[in-house]
C-alpha cells in the first residue's frame, strides 16, 4: 500500500468516525426524547382511567436484564485500526476505560438512555472485558482510543462506542418502546373485539353461599336458544352438564382434561358447560352465565375471570357471586358501555354461630363435618373417630372428583352408617352435602402472598362464610346450620371474622397471552421463556383496576424444561399446564412428556403405561395412596395436552379408561383409609387425643393464639396460650409424630449429657474447693 494512498485512507476513515461518533452521540442524546414522542402517540394513551396508577414512564426491572455473550475474536476481519493507527496498550486502554467509567457526566447521559446504575456498571465491565481480550478491535473504535491515548481525543469520544456495545449486549434498549407497547395492560376490554361489537345486557345475581343465586341464572340458561356456563370447577361444569341433559336441553361438557359431546355424530350442542379457563370468547351465544365471580381478584386465576367477563360474545352475561363485587362489576363494565342490573338474594335456610366449642370427638353428632386445613389433621381426626366406633367420610383437594363424588355420595346417604366428614375447605364449592353443622379444627391455613411467599395465616371473612354456608343447605335434610370450632379459644376468633363485612373487591387479574409473548420473544429471541416473562411483567402496564396475577408456577415450569428444544408456542402451552408442583412423581413426568415430544415422538398408551408403572396395585399404607393420586394427575395432564397437542398425545381414550380404573382404587383406599393409616404409623398421635389429655390438667388453647391477619383486630395478645405447642404444631402440620418422637429422643439424650457435664462440673469444682483449703492450712 502506499504512502499517499494509506494517508488517504486514514484521513478519509478520521472523518467518517468523526462523522460517526456525532451521529450516535445526537442518537444517544435524543433517545429518551425519541420515546416521550412515540409513547404520545400509541393510540392506548388516549384512553385514561380515573384510577390509573401507572406511570407511561414506568421503570423496568433492570436486575431482569440478561447480558449477551458477544464474540470477541475479529482476527479474520484483519487490524485495520492497528494499521493505519498503531497498535494499543492494553495497561494504557485499562486507564482510558476507567477514566471513563468514573465521569459522572457518562453514567448520567447513559441513564436518560435506559442505562440505571446496575446496567452502566454490568454494560461497563463487559465493555472493558471486550476492549482488552479482543484480538482486533473495531478500526473506529481502535481510531479513538488511539486519539485518546496519544492526547488528541476526549475521554468522552468513547461514549457512543459504549452504548453500541451496551445496546448489543442489552438488546431489550434498542427495542425499549416497542416493548413498552406490547407490555400495555391498561385497556384489556380492547383485546376483545367481537364482544365489544354487540351491546351485551349484564345482570348480576348476588347473595351469600345457599342463597339460590345460581339457580336463577341456571333457569335463565336452560331456557335459552344456546348459552355457556363458565365455573371454577370440574364438578360444577360436570353437574351443569348433567342437569341441563335431564332437563332435556342437550350440553356439551368441556373442561382442560376432558371433551363429552352429547350429539352422536361429535357435532356441537347450543349449550356447553366449561371450566372458566376453557370459555371461548369468539362463539357467540345467548346467555352465558360466569358462576363465582369474586375468583376475579384470585392471584393465581383471577384473569380467567376477567377474560370471560369482558371477553364473552353473549346478548345476556348472568353473573354469580358475593354482593362484595357489585361495584367493582359496574365499575369494570363502565369501561365497556354496558350497565349492570343486580339482583339480590337472602340466605334459603338460616346458620347460627354456637355459643359453645365442641372441644372433644366425643361430643361429634350425625351430620357433623370437621374442617381441617392440612391433610395430616385430616388423617388423624379421622383414625381417632374410627377408634370410637364411628365411621367418617373424607374429602380434599387432592383427590380425583370421582373420589371426593362417592365421599359426598356416602355421608349423604341416609341409609349408609357413615354420618360424619372430615374435609379440607375443597368442600366450599362443587359438592352439594348434607350437613347439620360445620366444626372448624383450625382457623389458620397455608396460603400464598402477593409475592408468590407462603405463609401461615388466618382465614379470611370470605373463607369463613364460605365453608360456613356448607352448613343447612336448603336441599338437605337439614333446614337450618350450625357453625362452631373445635377447640374453646378459637371461638371469639371465628365470631370475629363472620362479624365482618366481606372486603369488597378492588382489582381483577390478568395474565400474559402467547401472542404478547410471541411478540416479546420476537425482540429479544436470546432470552429464556422465563425470562421474557419476568421482563413482560416489569415493562407492563395495568390502570388501577387490574393486577397481572401471579407467574411463579409458570415460571417454575419453564425453568425446568428450559434445556429441552421446543418452539415458543409449544413451550408456552406446556408452561400453563395446571400441575401440582409439590409431587415430584408429576414433575418429573412432566418433564418426560416434553423430552418425549421435543424428539417428535408420539406419547403412546404402552409409553405412558410403562412411565406409570400400570397396572398398579391397591394402597397399603398413605404414602400409596398419595401415590395413586400422583398418578392420576399425571393422566390428567396427558388429556390435558392431548386436547392441545392431538397427534404427540393419540391415546386419550385407553388412557381415560386406566384413569377411571385408578379412581375406582383411590375410592377403595379412601373408604379404608383408617386402616391405611394404621399400616403407615402405628403410633401416630393425633392432636385432639393430646388435647383431650391436657385438657384433663385444666389448660386450654388455640392453634390460632397470636396469629395476625395483617393489621386486623384479629391480634390476641395476652390471650391463654395453647395448652401445649406440640398440639398446635401437630393441628397445623408442622409437626408429625415422628418428628416428635424424634425430638423427645434428642431431648432425653441432652437431659442426660447435660446431667453428666454438671456432675462432672460440681465434681471439679469440689476437688478444686478441697485444693484451695489444703494451700490455706499450710500457709
Known sequence: MSVNRCFYMFSWLRRHVNTRTARLASSSCHASSRSVSLHREHPMCAV????????????????????????????????????????????ELLKIVNRFYKRKEMQKLAAENGLDARLFHQAFINFRKYILEVTSLPADLHIILSDISCGAGHIDDIYPYFMRHAKQIFPMLECMDDLRKISDLRVPANWYPEARAIQRKVIFHAGPTNSGKTYHAIQRYLAAKSGVYCGPLKLLAHEIFEKSNEAGVPCDLVTGEERTFVDSEGRMSAHVACTIEMCSVTTPYEVAVID????????????????????????????????????????????????????????????SILNSAVESLDKLRPGDCIVCFSKNDIYSISRQIEARGQECAVIYGSLPPGTKLSQAKKFNDPDDPCK???????????????????????????????????QMETISTSQALQIAGRAGRYSSKFKEGQVTTMHRDDLPILKEILSH????????????????????????????????????VSLSQVDGLYFVCNIDDFKFLADMIQHIPLNLRSRYVFCTAPINKKQPF?????????????????????WVCRHINWPLAPPKNI????????????????????????????DTALVREIQQELDTTIQEGVRNITRLIRATNPAITGPLQMQKNSDQTGATGSPSSGVRRGPSTLRRSGQAVDSSLTSR?????????????????????????ESTNQSELNLKMNNNGNKDSKRKKRK
Open 48 to 91: 385514561v382511567s380515573s384510577r390509573n396508577c401507572s406511570s407511561s414512564s414506568k421503570p423496568p426491572d433492570t436486575s431482569l436484564f440478561v447480558p449477551l455473550t458477544l464474540k470477541t475474536d475479529r482476527a479474520a476481519e484483519g487490524s485495520v485500526g492497528a494499521e493505519l493507527t498503531q497498535p494499543l496498550d492494553k495497561n
Open 292 to 351: 363465582e365471580i369474586q375468583m376475579i381478584r384470585d392471584l393465581s386465576r383471577g384473569w380467567a375471570w376477567t377474560r370471560a367477563l369482558l371477553g364473552l360474545c353473549a346478548e345476556e352475561i348472568h353473573v354469580c357471586g358475593e354482593p362484595a363485587a357489585i361495584e367493582f362489576v359496574r365499575e369494570l363494565m363502565y369501561t365497556t358501555g354496558e350497565e349492570v342490573e343486580v339482583h339480590t338474594y337472602e340466605r334459603l335456610t338460616p346458620f
Open 420 to 454: 360424619i366428614l372430615v374435609a379440607t375447605d375443597a368442600i366450599g364449592m362443587g359438592l352439594n352435602l348434607s350437613i347439620k353443622r360445620i366444626i372448624f379444627n383450625s382457623l389458620v391455613k397455608p396460603n400464598v402472598n402477593e409475592k408468590g411467599e407462603k
Open 501 to 536: 363485612k366481606v372486603e369488597p373487591i378492588e382489582t381483577a387479574g390478568l395474565h400474559p397471552t402467547a401472542e404478547q409473548i410471541e411478540m416479546f420473544a420476537y425482540h429479544l429471541p436470546d432470552a429464556t421463556l422465563s425470562n421474557l416473562v419476568d421482563i413482560f
Open 586 to 606: 408429576v414433575c418429573t413426568s412432566f418433564l418426560k412428556f416434553a423430552r418425549q415430544f421435543s424428539r417428535d415422538e408420539p406419547l403412546t398408551f404402552d
Open 623 to 650: 404414602k400409596d395412596l398419595v401415590h395413586l393420586e400422583a398418578v392420576h394427575d399425571v393422566l390428567d395432564l396427558y388429556l390435558w395436552l392431548s386436547y392441545r397437542f392431538m397427534e404427540m398425545f393419540p
Open 729 to 753: 404444631l401437630v393441628r397445623d402440620g408442622l409437626l408429625t409424630s415422628e418428628m416428635l418422637q424424634q425430638l423427645e429422643r434428642e431431648w432425653s439424650k441432652g437431659q442426660k449429657k
